[in-house]
């Protein structure tokens, strides 16, 4: 299957490698989501995932980096023993999986734009600048008619909910997550507080 699908990285935007390394965290966060609805015993996890991630991927890594970047840095209430480890890796894969189904995004839209009748694969800038047009196109259509239907519009512009923000969101949730990569990168000065299990090594290994 994953070989069907990065066949889409002929000649690609990310290259066979990193488009099947995408695609399985992709699949992998399907798979998450598909369980949370089975022990949820409902749909709303796999429409509220798929809708955020997929359809609203830009606004998705923008508040995920936003977040990161005003607690300067992942943040939890006191966790003992490995726990908080599970706490960090779930957060670094949540605001990866959004730059990464972005960047699949742009790979399909890439692939679509070179078979077109008036292109051809061989115009790679154009094809690459066009397609992250159509992406930002696209997004901010997605973001603007979402959060007017949710009713989340209080302006025009000016204000965090207004039309122009929704608008140019797309390019500036590329700013926040460069923004974000300090915080992604330090040692988190959480982890030091965390509570480790004491190991006797000589009561678990016995030297004969």
Not at 88 to 93: E, Q
Not at 145 to 156: A, G, T
């Amino acid at each position: 299957m994953i070989k069907n699908l990065s066949s889409i990285g002929n000649k690609s935007l990310l290259g066979d490698f990193f488009t099947k390394i995408v695609i399985i965290i992709i699949l992998l966060f399907l798979a998450q989501i598909v369980v949370s609805s089975i022990q949820q015993q409902s749909l709303e996890p796999v429409i509220r995932g798929i809708g955020e991630k997929f359809f609203l991927s830009t606004q998705s890594l923008s508040i995920e980096a936003n977040t990161l970047i005003n607690n300067k840095g992942i943040t939890f209430t006191k966790i003992s023993d490995f726990s908080a480890l599970f706490v960090v890796g779930k957060s670094l894969l949540s605001i990866f999986e959004s730059f990464l189904i972005i960047l699949f995004w742009l790979q399909i839209i890439y692939y679509i734009v070179g078979v077109l009748p008036f292109s051809t694969r061989d115009k790679v800038f154009r094809n690459v600048v066009l397609s992250i047009l159509i992406f930002i196109f696209f997004q901010s259509l997605f973001i603007l008619s979402v959060n007017s239907i949710n009713k989340n519009v209080d302006c025009f512009a000016g204000c965090q909910k207004s039309i122009t923000n929704y608008l140019v969101m797309p390019i500036k949730c590329f700013i926040d997550f460069s923004k974000s990569i300090p915080y992604l990168l330090k040692p988190i000065e959480n982890l030091t507080n965390i509570t480790l299990p004491n190991i006797n090594l000589n009561q678990t290994i016995k030297i004969i």
